[in-house]
């Protein structure tokens, strides 16, 4: 099976205005693209003739799937619109103005694929050619999911009518580029046929809308250079999880190799609308540069969320690390991830940890605009009281060195 991303992109060219005559091609012409999943390039106007150098493209109607297509963005008529599928794109445009359209509010069809829309017009030096003109995404996954209670089969080839029965088997077929596509409330553990913990490697993101998975097993952690036990592994570039909930079912205490529920492996990870409870460590990360953590709840652990050693900055937003029992976020150096700015507010929630907020190094403030807190001003720990009843929003002599302006009581 070829794992590369099908887009149909049915294109309706309205009549002429502004003046002129539109292009060869200008109407009701169906093209058709293929790409794979990281992105590709709409030649959306290759039936339209040769265009003059100084044609534009402007985007009236933005993408829901590729934030980067927003409405207003110009493009030189002569070069194909560049796509790329939401799962992957690294852009803070998404954030700006607070409230972001949610993956799960996106269309999906009876086949399991993401349906999206942006329109465009075409501009000479005269004005609008022609336009709006209404281009249709079908974004389909790879591999689907669906259990064996569907009736699914890991000697299946994975598609929409003939789905795999574990994420272990979709993981082992999986090529760069794939996205895999769980059903929704499936259980994935030991119990169902999966191998644990899930290994996903560069460029394999799996997409679903809260399949529940459980239990860990044991691997060797590169960056950590020991063995963790763990549900999930994030490994490589370009790999993310989206729509989980990963529960480790007992708490744990202080042993000798981690319980994590997420580990990530240095690269840029995306975790996303997914719940982690009951590990010593909800999501522990070393060696990340890019990474993006966004709609996560990551409580009743030991440890939220641990991405010291970062290797560049990574980003959260609209998160909450809450009711974890000694540190909601460690990080090493200010803004190893940074919690938002006062163009793209973080949106966060740092609340009933012992301690929300730890930076384990020095070296610049720390970006945290517009985040919810205990209280407001922050709850501060100070070593050397007597008081040490919690919860705390962050230690005493860190105060200064973080930025949070815009904050305000959580209202959790």
Not at 145 to 155: S, T
Not at 166 to 180: P, Q
Not at 378 to 395: H, K, M, Q, R, T
């Amino acid at each position: 099976m070829k794992n590369i991303l099908s887009i149909s992109i049915a294109i309706c060219l309205s009549a002429c205005s502004g003046g002129g005559s539109a292009p060869a091609g200008a109407g009701g012409k169906s093209d058709q693209f293929t790409v794979n999943s990281l992105g590709g390039e709409l030649d959306v106007l290759r039936n339209d003739g040769q265009l003059p150098d100084d044609y534009t493209i402007v985007i009236t109607e933005a993408s829901t799937w590729d934030p980067a297509l927003t409405e207003g963005l110009e493009l030189h008529a002569a070069q194909k619109i560049s796509y790329t599928p939401l799962w992957y794109a690294q852009n803070e445009a998404r954030w700006n103005g607070g409230d972001w359209t949610p993956w799960f509010g996106l269309s999906i069809n009876d086949q399991g694929a993401v349906l999206d829309e942006f329109s465009y017009e075409v501009y000479g030096p005269e004005g609008a050619l022609y336009g709006p003109v209404s281009v249709r995404v079908e974004v389909s996954p790879h591999l689907y999911v669906k259990g064996l209670d569907a009736g699914a089969d890991d000697n299946n080839a994975g598609t929409y009518e003939e789905p795999l029965a574990t994420l272990t088997r979709a993981l082992e077929l999986a090529e760069y580029g794939s996205v895999i596509m769980i059903e929704g409330n499936m259980e994935l553990s030991e119990a169902t046929g999966e191998r644990l913990p899930f290994v996903i490697k560069d460029g394999v993101y799996v997409f679903t809308w809260r399949a529940i998975a459980s239990g860990a097993g044991e691997y060797f952690s590169q960056t950590m250079q020991e063995v963790v036990t763990t549900c999930f592994v994030l490994k490589g570039e370009r790999t993310g999880i989206s729509g989980l909930y990963v529960h480790g079912r007992m708490r744990q205490e202080e042993q000798e190799r981690p319980r994590v529920g997420v580990l990530l492996e240095g690269g840029s990870p995306t975790v996303a609308y997914t719940d982690v409870a009951e590990f010593e460590f909800g999501v522990l990360g070393r060696a990340l540069d890019g990474a993006i953590f966004e709609r996560i709840a990551v409580g009743r652990c030991r440890n939220g969320v641990d991405v010291r050693e970062s290797l560049g900055t990574n980003t959260m937003r609209y998160s909450m690390l809450s009711l974890n029992d000694k540190f909601g976020l460690v990080l090493g150096a200010p803004n190893d991830i940074n919690l938002g700015t006062e163009s793209t507010p973080g949106r966060n929630h740092f609340d009933e940890n012992y301690v929300g907020l730890v930076l384990t190094g020095g070296g610049g403030v720390q970006n945290a605009y517009g985040n919810y807190w205990n209280e407001f001003p922050l709850a501060a720990f100070d070593v050397d009281s007597d008081e040490l009843d919690g919860p705390f929003d962050v230690f005493e002599d860190q105060l200064g060195v973080i930025d949070t302006r815009g904050g305000d009581v959580s209202g959790w």
